[in-house]
């Protein structure tokens, strides 16, 4: 335990001191991201206006119900559903991961996080001006920054922004407990979020949703230049709604790499290690489907048409991979599960997200029909041909879900196949479309770039949580159980 306070505060000296190594920004230039044509968020409004902006009342409302459905999504829906699917000894273990997980990164992004995503940097990682949010409001005035939504001219309080996109990072962390569900320290757990959120998510964050925002393309001549402030990934022309790279590719692979260090659970293959709870995982997955239409819809940044495509693509889709798990597992088993079910709809919530308002409705028939087909596969055929114990299948549904979303998304934005195209001139705002094969190529190299990053700052991550603590429970506690040998208490009393 001294070695992980040590850790925690040699990372939170590390970001204190490297203001002094980073140019400051000005305050108007301290950008919010947002990806192309709808694709993620936006980047804060070129300059504060004068007087305060004007914040739409609707937008706003809209901003802080989808912040608290991503909240929901993580806890309790995302802890139940995971902890319905181990076995009883651990259902507390992976409750208390996902809960403290959340709120470590919570306090991470208030901290350093946000500013390393979304300020103006380089084309991989941002800069130090928003640390401990600074910058956001002015308690003499009263008055709060103003962050671009994908309109001109329309803003919402760069705070609320931060809050939204705060939620997005605490579940990503989140997500991969499932991968290495039921052996890991819980010290380890935290040691590792602590490394992979500052050193993969925070700058895919920001590679794949950071520009300059609307606003700042007033005159065709500065376009170059703007765009060469935006990262990587964005500038590169990459599509993503809510988080297909960001969030789920991201986790997924973090996961995987997780699972193959940590080796299989003890007995895995020979010992039945049945989910103790499917009631518990249906309300998880259930409360997640709800929560999603903040995660999609919240992605629009208004409450508007970008918002109602995305919350309609989300609602169609996840029914669609429900039906196609459903029957694809009924005409394979002899039998449907409610574990099928439950897990065809996670599988379509995650393809469609980096598509949620990026493609037509037909376009959401389509990935969330393949979503359920192909995450099935995942989880089995997939999952054998790998060799992990991938306990509780983080990269045969969100890192395999998460590709054939970001990848499909370049195919269904066509208009020909009922797509909104994406914006070509952010001067005028006007938009088009160049070709599938360009724009599958460049979802591609997206998709290829986070899987190569994450994977690399997760094992890292993983050797140095190994080094300082260990990863792996000893046999004994293991074998007992995770909730009564690292916490001290039990899930249920017989």
């Not at 010992?271 to 929560?291: D, Q, R, V």
């Not at 997939?382 to 509780?392: F, S």
């Not at 088009?432 to 690399?456: C, D, H, M, Y």
């Not at 046999?475 to 899930?491: F, I, K, P, Q, T």
């Amino acid at each position: 335990m001294k070695r992980l306070i040590a850790l925690l505060a040699l990372v939170g000296a590390a970001m204190f001191i490297s203001p002094v190594l980073t140019p400051a920004h000005a305050e108007d230039k301290a950008p919010v991201a947002e990806a192309k044509a709808d694709a993620a968020a936006p980047a804060a409004a070129a300059e504060a206006a004068t007087p305060a902006p004007k914040y739409e009342k609707g937008d706003v409302a809209w901003m802080l119900i989808s912040t608290a459905l991503v909240l929901l999504m993580a806890v309790p829906a995302l802890a139940l559903f995971y902890g319905g699917l181990v076995r009883s000894k651990n259902m507390l273990s992976v409750l208390m991961q996902v809960f403290v997980t959340f709120s470590m990164i919570t306090v991470l992004w208030f901290v350093y996080g946000y500013s390393l995503a979304f300020t103006e940097g380089n084309a991989y990682f941002g800069g130090f001006d928003r640390l401990f949010f600074n910058g956001m409001f002015d308690p003499a005035s009263g008055v709060f920054a103003p962050a671009a939504t994908f309109s001109k001219g329309v803003v919402i309080p760069e705070m609320l922004f931060a809050a939204f996109q705060a939620t997005f990072a605490a579940i990503t962390c989140c997500l991969i407990v499932g991968a290495f569900a039921e052996r890991m320290k819980f010290s380890a757990v935290l040691i590792f979020m602590v490394i992979w959120f500052t050193f993969a998510y925070t700058p895919i964050a920001h590679m794949v949703w950071f520009w300059m925002g609307p606003d700042a393309y007033t005159d065709p001549k500065l376009v170059d230049a703007l765009n060469a402030k935006a990262g990587m990934v964005w500038q590169w022309g990459a599509l993503d709604f809510a988080g297909g790279t960001v969030v789920h590719i991201n986790a997924g692979v973090a996961g995987l790499v997780g699972a193959y260090m940590l080796r299989k659970r003890l007995g895995y293959g020979k010992e039945a290690m049945s989910p103790h709870n499917l009631t518990m995982t249906m309300i998880g997955a259930a409360l997640l489907w709800f929560g999603w239409f903040g995660f999609n819809a919240g992605s629009a940044l208004e409450a508007g048409t970008a918002a109602t495509l995305a919350f309609m693509n989300t609602f169609l889709a996840t029914a669609a991979a429900v039906m196609a798990w459903t029957f694809a597992e009924w005409a394979i088993k002899g039998k449907p599960s409610m574990l099928g079910a439950a897990s065809g709809a996670v599988a379509g919530l995650v393809a469609i997200t980096p598509a949620a308002g990026n493609v037509g409705l037909m376009g959401g028939l389509v990935i969330g029909i393949l979503a359920g087909l192909v995450c099935l596969w995942g989880v089995t055929g997939l999952k054998k041909l790998l060799g992990a114990d991938d306990a509780l299948d983080v990269f045969g549904v969100h890192g395999l879900g998460g590709i054939l979303g970001a990848l499909l998304t370049g195919v269904f934005n066509s208009p020909d196949l009922g797509g909104p195209g994406f914006v070509t001139d952010w001067v005028t705002a006007k938009t088009g479309f160049t070709s599938i094969g360009e724009q599958l190529l460049v979802q591609a190299k997206a998709v290829g770039v986070t899987v190569v990053w994450s994977g690399v700052v997760a094992w890292i991550a993983y050797k140095i949580a190994d080094l300082l603590v260990g990863l792996r429970v000893t046999e004994e506690e293991e074998r007992e159980g995770l909730d009564v040998n690292s916490h001290g208490e039990s899930a249920y009393h017989m």
